[in-house]
């Protein structure tokens, strides 16, 4: 992955650049798919609590926040990345969002208020779509009707379980991504 910047699409941040360090296995979600997720979560961002889980480059929790939620927590277990991550945050002026470092799983233990919006963009090739979604059920991290954001390799089998209904999905290039609503 080489060093560089990506732009926030809109809201208040609109225009400005965030860092992306040169690290392997980080690849931020690009313009195009940002813009369509957004488009769709127009209805259930503004003031939604957040977490952008396996956050990299933290643009879809950035993009959150430029677009008026009320807190976004950020999960991230590269320390390069983190520190990028925290650059990026206090550059914006973000003083809504928590950055939390570690694997997911540990990084989560604390928390126990739920959320509104999840972003859940890991590595592809893992099983941690699965098993992170599966942590924040069983800890009760999922408000009612929590929107559940999905992204994985567009080769990938992931289905939700019949707790989910599936409001979008679409496919771009290599990757495909999904919104869900939690329905019980």
Same mark, same amino acid.
């Given at each position: 992955m080489q060093a560089g910047k990506i732009r926030v699409i809109g809201g208040k941040f609109k225009g400005r650049k965030v860092s992306v360090p040169k690290v392997d296995g980080v690849r931020p979600t690009t313009d195009r798919v940002r813009e369509t997720l957004f488009n769709w979560l127009q209805p259930y961002i503004f003031n939604a609590h957040c977490l952008d889980a396996f956050a990299g480059t933290g643009i879809l929790g950035i993009e959150a926040i430029s677009r008026g939620a009320?807190?976004?927590?950020? $999960?991230? %277990?590269?320390? !390069? $990345?983190? %520190?990028?991550? !925290?650059?990026?945050?206090?550059?914006?002026?973000?003083?809504n969002a928590d950055l939390l470092s570690g694997d997911f799983f540990s990084a989560m233990s604390g928390l126990s208020k739920p959320f509104d919006l999840v972003f859940l963009d890991p590595p592809f090739e893992t099983t941690l779509l699965s098993e992170s979604l599966h942590y924040l059920q069983k800890k009760n991290l999922l408000n009612e009707n929590a929107i559940i954001y999905c992204e994985q390799s567009r080769h990938s089998d992931f289905t939700l379980t019949d707790d989910f209904q599936q409001l979008k999905t679409k496919h771009y290039g290599e990757v495909a991504y999904s919104l869900w609503q939690k329905i019980s």
């Open positions: 009320q807190r976004v927590t950020f $999960v991230e %277990q590269n320390k !390069k $990345v983190i %520190q990028a991550l !925290k650059s990026s945050v206090e550059l914006l002026g973000a003083d």
